[in-house]
Every structure is written in structure tokens, then in C-alpha cells.
């Protein structure tokens, strides 16, 4: 059973910090996903990644396979950036996702 | 149309009550999930369907009913819930189904969610 560990669990930041968030898993996968959900709200597919970096907007994410291990960074943090970002991964044996427990971040202006 | 959508967005039964969740999708995906998401966990694992059959059942309990009607539509048919069954219902799609039928294709488009409260 694949076993997704996030950290932070919590943090709290200034606009226009730099956010990072980690993610590692514990057996290869398939794809990586990240994905963000607003308080009380659905879930937002930001990105899916198998290898290497992608960019859309402020939001960068990497994905290292060798090492199990991806970040998810946020450039120039805005207060409508606070919500919870979950990685999750597909693959690995498992069905459907395998979700982390999420990052709640709270962007304060 | 890039949209999973989902209805009722609130809904409030008694344990006695018969009521349905429904969730529509028009971009051609074959593949529909149902998941469950208690307050500050991560979404669990109800239903997979792929190609209008049920492809994976995660144990759920038979108070629990999924129907595939047809490929853009999926419900969850419920009866005689638990207060404990109170909790936001997601609906999401993907592409298709991985060869081994157990993963998304692609990224996984979510529904706002339905949250459910069972009195």
C-alpha cells in the first residue's frame, strides 16, 4: 500500500511569500497529482505529473521518481491562494488515488 | 465544458428517507467515481465506474446504491443512512480507466461536492 506523507500540515504565510509543499510516497506510481480544495468546496485538479516540472501561472510543480518525492510552490502567494492543497497518487497497486492528508495554508495579507 | 456537475449541493434526510445524489459530465469521459470526504480527512473511495459498469466497490455498505444510466450521468441511490453517513459527497471523472482497471487516465475533474447531513 502506497503511503502519501505531506508536510507542512499547517502553514501560515504573508502575501507575496514563496510557498513550497512537499509531498513523498512510499511505492512508485503512475502520475502525481496535486490538487486544491477551498474551504467546504470541491476539488480543483491543479496539476499531473509523471516526471520533470510543470508551470501554470504562479504555481510550479516538481516531481522527482527516483527519490518518490514532489513539491508544489506557489510564486507571490495571494490571500485567494489560501485553502488545502492535496497531493495524491495513482498507480502503485492501489485504486483510484491515494491522497495525502492535504496542507491547510492560510495566506494573510 | 470542462465542468463535472453535481445535485443537490445540500441535503438534509431522515434515516428513513430514500434520496438520490446525481452528477453529470459532458466531456466524453468514460470513466465516474463517487467519493466520501469526512471534515478535515482526505476523500475516500466509494464506487469506480468504467464504460457504464461498475468497475471497483469499495465495501461500501448496500445503503449505498450506485446507478451509470448512461455515460455522462452518475447517482448514488440512498436508503436508510446513518448519522454517521453525514459527510460531502464528491463526483469526479477521468479519461478512462488505467489497462488494469484500478487507476485514472489522466488528471481527475472534481464536482463541487454534495454534502449531506442524515438526521
Known amino acids: 500500500k502506497n503511503e502519501v506523507e505531506q508536510s507542512p500540515q499547517n502553514l501560515t504565510a504573508q502575501e507575496g511569500e514563496f510557498i513550497t509543499i512537499n509531498c513523498s510516497y512510499s511505492?512508485?506510481?503512475?502520475?502525481l497529482h496535486w490538487l486544491q480544495q477551498h474551504p467546504g468546496g470541491g476539488i480543483v485538479s491543479l496539476f499531473m505529473?509523471?516526471?520533470g516540472k510543470k508551470k501554470h501561472g504562479r504555481l510550479i510543480a516538481t516531481i522527482n521518481i527516483q527519490e518518490k518525492h514532489s513539491s508544489l510552490h506557489i510564486t507571490a502567494s495571494h490571500p485567494r491562494d489560501s485553502a488545502v492543497y492535496i497531493c495524491?497518487?495513482?498507480?502503485?497497486?492501489?485504486?483510484?488515488?491515494?491522497f495525502g492528508k492535504g496542507t491547510h495554508l492560510i495566506i494573510q495579507p | 465544458d470542462t465542468e463535472v456537475t453535481q445535485t443537490p449541493k445540500h441535503l438534509v434526510m431522515g434515516m428513513t428517507n430514500k434520496k438520490s445524489l446525481k452528477c453529470e459530465q459532458h466531456m466524453g469521459h468514460r470513466a465516474m467515481y463517487w467519493y466520501k470526504q469526512k471534515a478535515k480527512k482526505p476523500p475516500e473511495l466509494m464506487f469506480v465506474?468504467?464504460?457504464?459498469?461498475?468497475?471497483i466497490n469499495e465495501s461500501v455498505p448496500s445503503r449505498f446504491s450506485p446507478e451509470c444510466p448512461n455515460s455522462s450521468l452518475l447517482n448514488l441511490h440512498l436508503h436508510a443512512l446513518q448519522p454517521e453517513d453525514s459527510a460531502l459527497y464528491l463526483c469526479?471523472?477521468?479519461?478512462?480507466?488505467?489497462?488494469?482497471?484500478?487507476?485514472?487516465?489522466?488528471?481527475?475533474?472534481f464536482g463541487e461536492g454534495s454534502r449531506l447531513t442524515v438526521l
Open positions: 495524491a497518487v495513482s498507480g502503485g497497486g492501489a485504486d483510484g488515488l491515494t
Open positions: 469526479a471523472s477521468s479519461q478512462d480507466l488505467t489497462s488494469g482497471r484500478r487507476s485514472p487516465t489522466g488528471e481527475l475533474f
Open positions: 511505492v512508485g506510481i503512475s502520475a
Open positions: 505529473l509523471s516526471s
Open positions: 465506474y468504467s464504460y457504464e459498469k461498475l468497475s
